[in-house]
């Protein structure tokens, strides 16, 4: 749905959409109608491009040994929120042949230039996120949450890729540097002795942090001395992902109750007494989380090195809820 609503996006930045999917021409049809889906939608009901880009989800298997059930990573839940086998039912096919979610980018050229893949079927990565780290599409972020820090010829901002976060979507948090003329930040590889340009992002248990992505660095020698270093200069930007883990509690509910009208007695009354615990003790409703960002680094000029520093910020991030759907 997000890809529908941000299709504009897409449209001004010259980037045509479609997704890939095992299901059938019939059902796709369906699904587009339902929720107004506008783009391409291609079926892959035989999942032969599926399993020829390496993308088919392995944890759902054949079925060999009950029909109608798919052996999942943890038999139930992974695939679906309830029950395969009364899924699979209302479905009349197996979930063999799904894919991993994600995305390949794909140049003009026909080449692919980024590929963003995700383990858990429901983890997808933000438009921003897609758009501006993807494709390097350059568009304003600066609207965005955002926090600021500075010491001698050194400017640092923390600044979200969305403006804001919701569950399991994959967003960046682009730290950016901007260097007086004449002034380096080392990065890595650097000799022992010195300090190399590091992120550190501490969230709170609701939020999960990917692999820092620094970008490219050149060599440079400092006079005097005989290491050879490897330096940051001019406007850096180092991108770290960042993603909303905590389920929308309205979500859950609504997903036990699914549940409870799937089941048959006494399993149906356990799921209705857990649903009605739940309700009694329901949790506050997390609206905003605080990310705190440390930037730990060494500068130099090209005649002395200067004594390494860190600075922190703290972004503070709005929570965006889930969208809910019966259907």
Same mark, same amino acid.
């Given at each position: 749905?997000?890809?529908?609503?941000?299709?504009?996006?897409?449209?001004?930045?010259?980037?045509?959409?479609?997704?890939?999917?095992?299901?059938s021409?019939?059902?796709?049809?369906?699904?587009?109608?339902?929720?107004?889906?506008?783009?391409?939608?291609l079926?892959?009901?035989?999942?032969?491009?599926?399993?020829?880009?390496?993308?088919?989800?392995?944890?759902?298997?054949?079925?060999?040994?009950?029909?109608?059930?798919?052996?999942?990573?943890q038999t139930?839940?992974?695939?679906?929120?309830?029950?395969?086998?009364?899924?699979?039912?209302?479905?009349?096919?197996?979930?063999?042949?799904i894919?991993?979610?994600?995305s390949?980018l794909?140049?003009?050229?026909?080449?692919?230039? &980024?590929?963003?893949?995700? +383990?858990?079927?429901? /983890? !997808? $990565?933000?438009?921003?996120?897609?758009?501006?780290?993807g %494709?390097? @599409?350059?568009?304003?972020?600066?609207?965005?949450?955002?926090?600021?820090?500075?010491?001698?010829?050194?400017?640092?901002?923390?600044?979200?890729?969305?403006?804001?976060?919701?569950?399991?979507?994959?967003?960046?948090?682009?730290v950016?540097?901007?260097?007086?003329?004449?002034?380096?930040l080392?990065?890595?590889?650097?000799?022992e002795?010195?300090?190399?340009?590091?992120?550190?992002v501490s969230?709170p248990?609701?939020? &999960?942090?990917?692999?820092? +992505?620094?970008?490219? /660095? !050149? $060599?440079?020698?400092?006079?005097?001395l005989?290491?050879? %270093?490897? @330096?940051?200069?001019?406007?850096?930007?180092i991108?770290?992902?960042v993603?909303?883990?905590?389920?929308?509690?309205e979500?859950?509910?609504?997903?036990?109750?699914f549940?409870?009208?799937?089941?048959?007695?006494?399993?149906?009354?356990?799921?209705?007494q857990?649903?009605?615990?739940?309700?009694?003790?329901?949790?506050?409703?997390?609206?905003?989380?605080?990310l705190?960002?440390?930037?730990?680094?060494?500068?130099?000029t090209a005649?002395?090195?200067?004594?390494?520093?860190?600075e922190?910020?703290q972004?503070?991030?709005?929570?965006?809820?889930v969208?809910?759907?019966?259907?």
């Amino acid at each position: 749905m997000q890809l529908q609503q941000n299709l504009d996006q897409f449209d001004r930045a010259g980037i045509s959409v479609f997704a890939i999917s095992y299901d059938s021409v019939e059902a796709q049809a369906a699904f587009a109608k339902q929720y107004g889906i506008t783009y391409s939608l291609l079926s892959d009901a035989n999942h032969e491009a599926i399993e020829a880009t390496g993308i088919l989800n392995r944890l759902a298997v054949p079925d060999e040994s009950e029909p109608g059930l798919a052996t999942t990573e943890q038999t139930i839940l992974k695939v679906t929120p309830f029950a395969t086998a009364a899924t699979e039912r209302n479905l009349g096919e197996s979930f063999y042949g799904i894919p991993y979610p994600g995305s390949y980018l794909i140049g003009t050229d026909g080449r692919v230039i &980024e590929k963003l893949f995700y +383990r858990h079927y429901r /983890t !997808r $990565p933000s438009v921003a996120t897609v758009l501006r780290s993807g %494709f390097g @599409v350059d568009f304003e972020v600066r609207d965005n949450p955002a926090a600021e820090a500075s010491a001698a010829g050194v400017r640092i901002r923390a600044t979200l890729g969305g403006e804001s976060m919701t569950y399991m979507e994959t967003s960046m948090l682009y730290v950016e540097i901007d260097l007086a003329e004449g002034l380096h930040l080392y990065g890595s590889p650097v000799p022992e002795g010195y300090v190399a340009t590091t992120v550190t992002v501490s969230p709170p248990d609701s939020v &999960e942090i990917g692999p820092v +992505r620094y970008p490219g /660095t !050149r $060599p440079f020698a400092v006079a005097g001395l005989d290491e050879t %270093f490897h @330096v940051f200069e001019g406007s850096v930007e180092i991108a770290i992902p960042v993603y909303y883990v905590r389920e929308d509690f309205e979500h859950l509910l609504r997903r036990a109750r699914f549940l409870a009208g799937e089941l048959e007695e006494p399993s149906a009354g356990v799921v209705r007494q857990l649903i009605a615990h739940a309700e009694e003790t329901r949790p506050p409703t997390e609206r905003s989380v605080r990310l705190d960002v440390s930037l730990r680094y060494q500068a130099c000029t090209a005649d002395a090195c200067l004594a390494p520093r860190t600075e922190s910020l703290q972004v503070d991030v709005p929570i965006a809820p889930v969208e809910i759907r019966d259907a």
